[in-house]
């Protein structure tokens, strides 16, 4: 059957989930800044003028460099050069030497004619030489501090004057961006490049210079798209307009409609060095002009810049822990008396707790407006991602957006700004090369710029589509056969106490059957119950956008036969029965439910949706569980029905999806999910028993610590109006697997307590490494540490216990193997737990304890739990 850990890497969401680490990540573009050695001050001469004028690029990659300091050796004269790259410079005097340096790239020296116009073009190469801490040497080993350290009191001016140089500084803003990801394979193998199999895509294949080496790289994603960006500072609105895209794409059997959210998010969606954190890599880094950063980094003062028009100071900043998530690299600061962020280089050290990443390169550049403020111009972000360290597979992906066209404090029409947060142009699909070639604001790679012929030659191509088909399936759970999807596979098979083994076949059809209506179902056979399950459904998608896709807006009507244990949610009972049979307590309970259910679900685009339905419900008990009246002569009952209107809200403001074939995942951010659910019971309608109310509540809302981590805190309730039996009340969902669950109680027994009101709260901290980075002998491993607390408050009225009350089911009895139910008490269930992750990469392991309720039969005081989740 399927193995004990699948309850958290189910197996076709979790190759969706694993892929870009098993595949890897990232790569940039050039470096930002401009910096360059100190000179000596010279006198200029004045008989004579030397001119110098040009252009500089990457000498790898044949692009232009903005921003590259120039400057005539021995005098106080130079330039920068502008967004292609292009310089001039006309200075007084015969000088002999110019030289050019850029954060990032090694500085060179080139002898020109003195007194007269020179014309030079400039290749840049790539420095090859880490960053160091820069360490002062004397007599006696200094010891490095904040107190009248000159570039501590540099950077607090540069904080104190945060606000006044942001963009959000500004009532009103517009501005337009350019945006390009683009992904490749790195040092893919020989074996495979010169197999069979692999000759007949040869053409695919391409060199570059990474790090002054020359690697084979085989192209696998471009994305290209224009915005236009509304902002206005009161009240808070952003409007971004999709003006144009296009795309080149050999993965999608990764469904793109979670590849494009995920790569921006792993790219940094918006990288502001003015806050105090950053974004990256699905992580948290502290900036180096955060509030408290000279708390967590050290600066030094390393090159002083006089341009034509203004003084810029060099900070090179590097961590006091290098196992942190913090930056190091170099900031050019103006010293016009803003303080502004002029340029700046943030990389990381190989000690940085982050799995898969060889390297990190994240250069910025801003440019004086009008207004005097420094404005974003250009963010690159550049990486290298692979298993292995140093070697072996990976990826390089790379992040290039460019801004311009800005326009401060001047307002649209106040109707304006009540569009929507995102638009899209009507003809936005812009796959013309003409267009780009006028449009781009830079030019594309020689690599790159080949991606899009070589792609569209590889689509036609039968073997390719082949391939595209297996890893289709392997990687989303479903296989294809024209317009109906076969799976998900990862039910084909699994094994739990009830049923012995469970045999299912399933599928549902795709657009290419219809847009608007679509089938769902499985059918199942259990070996030791000897039954038959089943489930089908049709939906009616009124936005012609499949159920599975965000926004939904349809019309379900299904049926759906099935086992599952009570208090588990049986929408996902199939893709977790297999864990039954590795258990740390006897499953004995179980229920036969049919279900008759027929809802209309609606999302809108500020992630408000409701979800309105109605459900027949029928109960049958199984196994060691009975429905027993509290009578005289303990009648039983053969099974009971629910007639029930549901009405749920959610609202998950600023929600960004990653959506997959099978699932669809809230990317968590620091915005709050508030989800309301009322349910009432009908008594007399289609055999429904009892008349009741529930209402349900929750809100989740993750708390970022910076460089302590972040928090993830549950906040639920319920209250439920009715006489009904122990089947119908809350049943605090438990978990008897070895797999570790952060939304159930890892320490209860199933159907062990239940309720008619509840409160609770469930509380996870991630130290991110931060405690276990500070022990020298084991920093190495880059264990994560977490905390886990969960505590249930609540209780059940006399008219819902059958001690108290007559017409009532009785609770299951403890002992002899029965775990036995209870209900929920005036003390609180509390567990709390200790866990220690990213072992081996990818395993984490929790001790829980329980610390109330132990004369509960079957009740453990301690336990282990374990998950399987690979994260950067």
Known sequence: MLSSFE??????????????????????????????????????????????????????????????????????????ADADGKFEINAPGAFTHITFSYIGYQTITKIIKPGQVNTLHIRLHDSQTQLKEVKVVSGKKQRYRNKGNPAVELIQQVIDHKKQNRMESADYLQYDQYERINLSFIDVPSKLINGRYFKMYKFMLDTVKNNGQ???????????KQYQNYYRKEPSKSI???????EANILKFIDTAGLDVYMNRLYGDVIDIYDNNVFIITNQFLSPIADHSPNYYKFFITDTIQTAKEKLIELSFTPRTKGDLLFEGKLLVSMTGNYAVRSCELNVNKQININFMRTLKITLDFEQNPNGRYFLSKSDVKADFGILKNKGLGLMGERTVIFSNYIADKPLPATFYDGKELQIAPDADKPDTSYWAHNRPDTLSDHQSKMYPRISRLEKMPQFKRATWFAATFTGGYAKAGPVLIGPIGTFYSRDSQEGSRFQIGGRTNPELSKSIYFEGFGAYGTRDKAYKYNIATFYSFNKTPFYRYPNDYLKASYLNDVNVPGRDLSTINQQAALSSFSTGKTIYWLYSKIAKIEYVKDFEN??????????????????????YNDDANTLVHDITTSELNLAFRYAPHEQILQGTVYRRTIYSKYPIMNLQINHGFRGLFNGAYDFTSVKASIFKRFYLSQLGYTDITVLGNYLVGKVPFPLLNLAPANQSLAYDEDAYNQQTYLEFVSDHYAGINLTHSFSGFLLNKFPLIRHLKWREYLSAKILFGGLRNENNPLYSPNLFRFPVGGNGANGTYALGTKPYIEAGVGIGNIFKFLRID?????????????????VKFSFAPDF
């Open 214 to 224: 020359t690697q084979v790289l085989l192209p696998t994603y471009l994305s290209e």
């Open 240 to 246: 971004r307009v999709l003006k144009a895209q296009k």
């Open 7 to 80: 309850i958290s890497f189910r197996t076709s969401g979790s190759i969706q989930r694993l892929f870009p680490y098993i595949l890897i990540v990232l790569f940039t573009i050039p470096l930002c800044g401009v910096a360059q050695q100190p000179d000596s001050l010279k006198k200029a001469s004045t008989q004579v003028t030397t001119s110098v004028r040009g252009q500089v690029v990457d000498d790898a990659s044949g692009q232009s460099l903005p921003g590259i300091n120039i400057k005539l050796v021995g005098s106080r004269y130079g330039t920068t």
């Open 847 to 863: 001790g829980i304890k329980r610390f109330n309720y132990l004369d509960h039969p079957g009740a453990a005081e301690y336990g």
């Open 607 to 628: 992630h408000f949706s409701f979800d309105l339905a109605f459900r027949n419900w029928n109960q049958r008990p199984a196994a060691s569980l009975v429905f027993q």
